[in-house]
């Protein structure tokens, strides 16, 4: 997702230091050329060696350094990122960035810099909550700078609190959401929804399906890397939710999905209904355990309401609708009656017998469907075929836009 593009990571002196040789490294394996600058404090708790032999960069930590390649460094690596990222960034280094201070090639470059620029603060608890160290944040918000904030946890000084570098994920992830898309998306509001419903039978019991969230997730995730603000409606579901979002509402059953996402539609421009929501639920959830006994049991079910089906009521004509259709026989032919009956402008269809495709794995293999077309796709990750489903969305906006001028 990185390919062709310059990160240039600033590593200060915090223990949460090492964290970041995890983070180049993930830079590299997504193709990015990775330049690593080091405090000298930054020195103490790793080696240059390490970020050199994970990254095939010289790592810089003198401003003075001759013994390299005959350019101006700090001014040169500014031109050439597309990012640059300071994790950990020390109450220290913020406060020299803050302030426009450059006494080291650290804070020379960024100084220098003109890309996106992030900044992941770790620290002590105290330091991080001093006004001092809050106005400097807010200072460097102004300017541009995309904060992230630490998160609570266990500190290396053994308080307790905020002040802990997040994970590398959510570090890669805002690298990502800055420099690895065209943001083709932007302005645009998206709610997707993903995983299972819970219906219960009793206190301890419930009805549920093999949904894992990951084909939502993935085009949640897609559409924010692009730009878009997304909301996520999700059941108990199994998959980690991306990072970025503007919303994320956890949901157990289809009636709470139903309430949720009624709620927010008339404000979305597209809206994705991944989620395996349960058709039935059962007539009554006992108040108690219920307790076996030596004859059969039997369980009424009620309909839950057809939240796509509502959806599709309600749509208006600047706003797109996009189903999915998991089948097991008739694929093509049960996915166009539900495009019809749901009126969802696509349909994406699914076949729980082709290899690859389905519930649990990381692959798809995905047919859309509109009221004019059917494209088959080959077998995909389930990002690159959120990737394709949001294509279709965008070619499709583009043509509503065009119908409405
Ligand atoms: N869906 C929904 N609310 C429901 C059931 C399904 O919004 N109560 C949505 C799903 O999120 C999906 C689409 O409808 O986008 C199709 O779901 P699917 O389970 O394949 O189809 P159903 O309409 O439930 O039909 P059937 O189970 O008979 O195949």
Redesign the pocket.
């Known amino acids: 997702m990185l390919k062709g593009k310059v990160v240039v990571l600033g590593v200060t002196g915090g223990i949460a230091a090492y964290k970041t040789a995890d983070l180049a490294s993930r830079l590299v394996k997504q193709h990015a050329e990775v330049h690593v600058i080091m405090t000298k404090n930054a020195t103490e708790f790793i080696t240059p060696l390490t970020f050199e032999s994970l990254t095939g960069t010289k790592c810089i930590v003198d401003t003075f350094d001759r013994n390299f390649q005959w350019d101006i460094q700090h001014i040169s690596l500014a031109k050439k990122a597309d990012a640059f990222m300071v994790a950990p960034a020390t109450a220290n280094v913020i406060a020299k960035m803050a302030h426009g201070l450059a006494d080291d090639m650290l804070t020379t470059t960024i100084l220098a810099a003109k890309c996106p620029k992030i900044i992941a603060p770790a620290m002590n608890t105290a330091m991080f909550e001093n006004p001092i160290t809050q106005n400097n944040l807010e200072i460097l918000r102004q300017y541009g700078f995309t904060v992230i904030e630490p998160e609570a946890g266990i500190l290396a000084c053994r308080d307790t609190g905020k002040g802990r570098l997040p994970s590398t994920e959510l570090l890669l992830s805002s690298i990502l959401q800055a420099i690895a898309f065209e943001k083709d998306m932007a302005g645009l509001r998206v709610l997707v ?1 993903a995983g299972p419903t819970q219906e219960a039978l009793d206190p301890v019991r419930y009805i549920t399906n093999l949904s894992s969230g990951k084909m939502g997730c993935a085009v949640a995730e897609a559409a924010v890397l692009r730009g878009a603000a997304v909301t996520l409606v999700s059941g108990p579901m199994t998959a980690e939710a991306p990072y970025g979002l503007q919303e994320h509402l956890s949901v157990r059953t ?1 009636q709470e ?2 309430a949720a ?1 009624i709620d927010r539609f008339a404000e979305q421009d597209i809206t994705v ?7 039935y639920r059962p007539v009554h959830c006992a108040d108690e355990k219920i307790k076996k006994s030596d004859t059969d049991l039997s369980v009424s079910f009620t ?9 599709g009521k309600r749509k208006r004509a600047d706003q797109l609708l ?6 097991t026989e008739n694929l093509l032919q ?1 996915a166009a009656e ?1 495009l019809k ?2 009126n ?1 402008d696509l ?2 269809a699914n076949s729980l017998r082709q290899a690859g495709a389905g519930f649990q794995g990381d692959t798809n293999v995905i047919t859309l469907m509109t009221q004019t077309e059917t494209t088959e796709l080959p077998l995909l990750t389930k990002k690159e075929a959120a990737h394709r489903i949001l294509d279709k969305l965008l070619e499709m906006r583009a043509k509503q836009e065009t119908a409405s001028i």
């Not at 996009?322 to 089948?327: D, L, N, S």
């Open positions: 929804t289809a999905m139903y996402v209904k991944a989620a395996a929501v349960a058709d309909r839950n309401p057809d939240i796509l089906l509502e959806l996009c189903g999915f259709a998991m089948e049960n539900k009956k749901k969802a349909l994406v």
